[in-house]
């Protein structure tokens, strides 16, 4: 199994960190790629969009020719795990800073964001979350978080922070407002790992 890490901007290294002990600790054998070009979309089963700059990453998936390759691959059913600005571009609502900002969304999830919305980067704070179905104490590190405002369809809320959502999923979507790259627990990476194995595990064979 490999699972890619989307390489163009922000916290690459620290998920690359938590998911190679996510493999070791599920005893799953696999690899990490960096994504970097879209013929590397093709070589993974998962993707993570790590937390960074939202708009710096979405003109970027557009340079490096990686976003219509991408969306090929969610269509396909690629699971995809997004932290902080990448839980603003699984979004298919975003506030006006995202519309100022000319931040094209990736629209994947049924789900509204708020970019900022906890403050700025002096305003960063940690806090134990219950994950419905991942964690009852999970170390959420929040740095220039967004926050996800609605959610309708099928996306489901799995956390908040007073009464706030910080977590959210829609089938092989899932989202976070924290940063679980930025603690030693890989809770919230087995838990991805897992249910890519399991849709590659359930994906339709090819055979007559």
Same mark, same amino acid.
Request: charged share 40%; glycine share 2%; net charge negative.
């Given at each position: 199994m490999n699972i890619g890490i989307l390489s163009v901007q922000g916290a690459v290294s620290e998920?690359?960190?938590s998911m190679k002990r996510a493999f070791l600790r599920r005893g799953i054998e696999g690899k990490v790629i960096k994504?970097?070009?879209a013929d590397s979309l093709r070589e993974v089963d998962g993707l993570i969009i790590p937390g960074g700059e939202s708009s710096t990453i979405s003109r970027l998936l557009d340079r490096f020719e990686l976003r219509e390759n991408l969306l090929e691959r969610?269509?396909?059913g690629m699971n995809i795990m997004g932290t902080c600005a990448g839980a603003i571009l699984l979004a298919k609502e975003g506030d006006h800073s995202v519309g100022r900002t000319d931040t094209e969304l990736l629209g994947l999830m049924d789900m509204s964001v708020v970019r900022n919305s906890f403050g700025r980067?002096? !305003?960063? $704070?940690?806090?134990?979350l219950e994950v419905s179905g991942i964690a009852r104490d999970f170390p959420g590190v929040f740095i220039r978080a967004p926050s996800i405002t609605r959610v309708w369809g099928d996306c489901r809320a799995l956390s908040s922070v007073e009464g706030i959502v910080v977590a959210a999923q829609e089938g092989n979507y899932?989202?976070?407002?924290?940063?679980p790259e930025l603690t030693?627990?890989?809770?919230?990476? !087995?838990? $991805?790992?897992?249910?890519?194995?399991s849709s590659i595990l359930h994906r339709p064979s090819k055979n007559c």
């Open positions: 998920h690359e960190i994504v970097k070009r969610a269509d396909e980067q002096r !305003e960063s $704070f940690e806090r134990h899932l989202a976070l407002s924290f940063h030693g627990d890989t809770r919230i990476h !087995e838990y $991805f790992l897992d249910r890519t194995k």
